[in-house]
């Protein structure tokens, strides 16, 4: 199956500067590839995917770039802010009737004043 | 964007007794959704996939006569957990995928924490 690897585990940075989050899949099957934003307690939300036949997308200040190739895909926030704190998943879907997802494990962003 | 309901938000229940979670499809007819697990600071682990009107497919490793899945509508899922123990308290969130449409997108219900005493 399906193996979706993240890092970093946590990441802090000053407002206004960038972050970047990378992930890695094992299925060259997969072809859809979105980012969940999770606050805590609270149920992820989708913030931007991209699909295997596009290199990159962009929405204001979040970008996602995939490598199909290399099969790593990666999440661009700029100028960010204290709102942004948040835990990050990346996930894959192989697709098929089902589009089942499999999650990385998510990364944890700290966003300081 | 779709939204999706799932009560109750948290419960807490004895030791031994069962516990029932919904998870509706509010604006959008769901073929297939999602139940996952979530302990703290961690993952989403995929349970199982339940698919309306038949069976649902439980990963490896999760008890299917332990969580009981029902998929009897296209708008309603739910997952029992049958004689719960303090290890199954944790968070439950279901998601759901508009059957209408080609695209992959995944919306989440706003989760359940369990805690069995």
């Known amino acids: 199956g399906e193996n979706v690897e993240q890092h970093p585990s946590t990441l802090s940075v000053q407002e206004g500067d960038s972050a970047v989050i990378k992930c890695t899949y094992s299925?060259?099957?997969?072809?859809?590839f979105p980012w969940y934003k999770q606050e805590l307690g609270k149920r992820p939300q989708l913030i931007i995917d991209?699909?295997?036949?596009?290199g990159e997308k962009k929405d204001q200040r979040i970008a996602v770039t995939l490598n199909k190739t290399a099969k790593h895909f990666s999440l661009h926030i700029t100028e960010t802010q204290p709102e942004d704190s948040a835990v990050y998943f990346c996930?894959?879907?192989?697709?098929?009737?089902?589009?089942?997802?499999?999650f990385g494990k998510g990364t944890l962003l700290t966003v300081n004043p | 964007g779709a939204v999706v309901s799932q009560h109750p938000s948290w419960v807490i229940c004895k030791s031994g007794t069962s516990v029932k979670i919904e998870c509706r499809s509010l604006d959008f007819q769901a073929t297939t959704m999602f139940w996952y697990r979530q302990f703290p600071k961690q993952s989403l682990m995929l349970m199982a996939t339940s698919n309306e009107g038949s069976k649902a497919t439980y990963e490896q490793g999760v008890e299917k006569d332990k969580f009981l899945i029902n998929h009897a509508s296209l708008t309603l899922s739910t997952l029992t957990v049958t004689s719960a123990h303090p290890e199954d308290s944790s968070f439950y969130i279901c998601s759901a995928r508009d059957g209408s449409k080609t695209v992959e997108k995944l919306f989440f219900g706003s989760g359940t924490q369990l805690s069995v005493l």
């Open positions: 996930a894959a879907s192989s697709g098929g009737s089902n589009y089942k997802l499999t």
């Open positions: 299925d060259s099957a997969s072809n859809y």
């Open positions: 991209i699909r295997s036949n596009v």
